[in-house]
């Protein structure tokens, strides 16, 4: 990014932090002209009292930051960032008016840039708010809003979170509609630095004048007739941490202006954001990017190995907070151009099941006036949209993280979606096994991709999938339910070896759990007595407050490497099922550190049949 408000850092990082930021920036906040100028947003079918719950359900639309940011022939012509323009925009509001609108995407959200020319020269009106530049946006901002909203759409926009260095203007500028107060008055008086890239000042909210800054930014958007505010570089987030870049105060003084306009405006905040501030974000917005920028920075929009396969491992530590009101942001859905995705099939149809089932929203940052018949079909498939949309939580892996990975979820009319994951470069089977979701015997299966009945199968599922393939059911017990002896890791039948110790677990099934796992820890579980020799889906309860690998064996043989996912933190307990090979009879099981580290086990479930 060519940038002076943003400081040089060597290239790699710039490319994180300047996507996620910008990407982050698709905002329900138009820009416009001027504030002065802009007229009281009106839009009689949104009014407060009538409008539905925000984010009920997670939001479907599109973002420009995917092609700003692409070194793709022909899509930023005049520098880097080039792409965002009102033209541009418009073109894209229409498309998806066209195409996209009647399978419910609506928002048209413009991400970072909008008030800064093409060398990244920013503009700002006398109250040191940002105000749109005149060769990107020439009729500004609620122009483009009332637009949009003329399609039947919603309009977005972007921030970075503080007041930018360039807005400060030696601490002069007053504060709209808060006499006596000007820029001096709203950030720390040693102008500490803030946000993913330490391109604006703190705010300090101790400070009366401060929350009047950010009123008066929130009422700007709402007068312009604005949807949707993307708040990005966010900490303790965005590769930040520590008292200096800790934003939860900018979050909660946004939530409040925001509902001191009276204009339902959708908050976002981005980007990497800490787990450990998962109720915070909770608290004050309406969703949070849980993970890097998915866009490569290259010359397609996105890569396999940039991003889109680190979700698989981010992922599940947030499952837990998502749900109305809030959700956790994958990023954008890029599937539907085809070479200018950089991505297989295959791929593509993987990168949509995984935001399917999770419940990201739904926004692409494709063309969309250059959809291929196969990016349209992946993005317009109603029984994979219902999917994300539905009222069932969002999937989980029911398996360990390992290249080939089943994640689930169970649906309201006692039906599961089923998503089977092959992570490796090679073709490989996959299968779900019905006991990983509690039931044995038939069941019925519908492939949700092909809209095709599959019949009905008898314990399990397996499908051949290609490198990075993917495959989606409904799948409808028929069968009884799984019957589970359980095991706590405390028991007195059970062995410890190396630094494995028991320790109090208020989180866990019995109170305690078997911690220390680490460079030799061993727990073997003993007078495991199941019926008959077979495969069993034994289900390990386990904390662990980051990804971690254990090496699972029965009665001594050779042992399995599995990586746990996270749980987000060391005081919540989540489950995988492992498919261990049992002898008729008695039998142990032993989880081993190796050299390195383990989770926290607090129990098996072993199911009576195999």
Request: glycine content about 10%; overall charge neutral; hydrophobic content about 35%.
């Amino acid at each position: 990014m060519r940038s002076s408000s943003y400081p040089a850092m060597p290239a790699r990082a710039l490319r994180t932090v300047t996507a996620l930021a910008l990407a982050a920036g698709l905002a329900a906040v138009a820009p416009a002209a001027s504030a002065e100028t802009a007229a009281p947003a009106q839009d009689e079918a949104r009014s407060a009292g009538t409008a539905p719950a925000l984010a009920a359900k997670p939001y479907m639309g599109w973002s420009s930051w995917s092609m700003q940011s692409s070194k793709y022939p022909g899509l930023n012509p005049d520098g880097d960032y080039s792409y965002l323009t009102e033209a541009n925009v418009l073109k894209q509001a229409d498309a998806l008016a066209a195409k996209l609108k009647k399978y419910g995407y609506e928002y048209v959200n413009i991400d970072a840039g909008w008030w800064r020319d093409k060398d990244w020269t920013p503009q700002f009106d006398r109250y040191a708010r940002q105000k749109a530049d005149p060769e990107r946006f020439p009729r500004g901002m609620k122009a483009v809003a009332d637009h949009i909203h003329a399609k039947g759409l919603k309009a977005g926009i972007y921030l970075p979170v503080g007041l930018e260095k360039e807005a400060y203007n030696d601490g002069k500028s007053p504060i709209r509609n808060a006499e006596g107060c000007t820029t001096a008055d709203i950030v720390h008086s040693d102008l500490r630095t803030t946000n993913g890239w330490d391109s604006a000042y703190k705010i300090d909210f101790s400070r009366p004048c401060a929350q009047k800054y950010i009123d008066s930014q929130a009422q700007m958007f709402a007068d312009w007739g604005y949807d949707f505010l993307k708040l990005d570089g966010v900490g303790p987030g965005s590769f930040k941490s520590g008292d200096q870049y800790d934003n939860v105060a900018d979050v909660a003084a946004w939530q409040k202006a925001i509902a001191a306009t009276g204009r339902p405006i959708h908050l976002e905040v981005s980007w990497s954001l800490d787990i450990g501030h998962a109720e915070d974000w909770k608290k004050y917005s309406n969703g949070w990017r849980i993970d890097t920028d998915v866009e490569c920075y290259c010359n397609t929009l996105v890569s396999w190995e940039n991003s889109v396969d680190d979700r698989f491992n981010d992922t599940p530590a947030w499952t837990r907070h998502a749900g109305p009101g809030g959700w956790n942001d994958l990023d954008s859905l890029n599937v539907g151009n085809g070479t200018m995705d950089g991505l297989s099939k295959a791929e593509r149809q993987t990168y949509a099941t995984l935001w399917a089932i999770a419940k990201s929203p739904l926004y692409t940052g494709d063309d969309l006036t250059r959809l291929d018949s196969y990016g349209l079909s992946l993005l317009t498939n109603r029984e994979v949209i219902a999917v994300n949309q539905g009222a069932a939580p969002p999937a989980r892996p029911v398996t360990p993280s390992d290249p080939q990975q089943v994640w689930a979820a169970k649906n309201p009319d006692g039906t599961y979606t089923v998503a089977l994951f092959n992570l490796a470069d090679a073709p490989a089977a996959v299968s779900a096994d019905w006991a990983t979701l509690g039931f044995t015997g038939k069941a019925g299966v519908r492939d949700l991709w092909n809209h095709e009945n599959l019949g009905t199968h008898k314990n399990r599922i397996t499908q051949a999938l290609p490198g990075h393939g993917s495959r989606l059911f409904t799948i409808t017990p028929r069968g009884g339910r799984l019957g589970w002896t359980g095991i706590e890791a405390e028991a007195p039948a059970n062995t410890l070896a190396g630094n494995a110790s028991v320790v109090d677990c208020p989180a866990c099934s019995g109170g305690r759990k078997v911690g220390n796992l680490y460079q030799g820890g061993k727990l073997t579980f003993g007078n495991i007595v199941v019926p008959k020799a077979g495969t069993y889906q034994v289900k390990v309860s386990y904390i662990s407050g980051d990804a971690r690998s254990v090496n699972v064996s029965a009665n001594g043989a050779g042992a399995t490497s599995h990586l746990f996912p996270s749980t987000g933190d060391w005081g919540t307990v989540s489950t995988v099922h492992v498919p261990v090979t049992l002898k008729a009879g008695a039998n142990t099981l032993t989880f081993d550190s190796g050299s390195g580290y383990a989770p926290d086990i607090d129990r098996i479930d072993v199911p009576t049949t195999s």
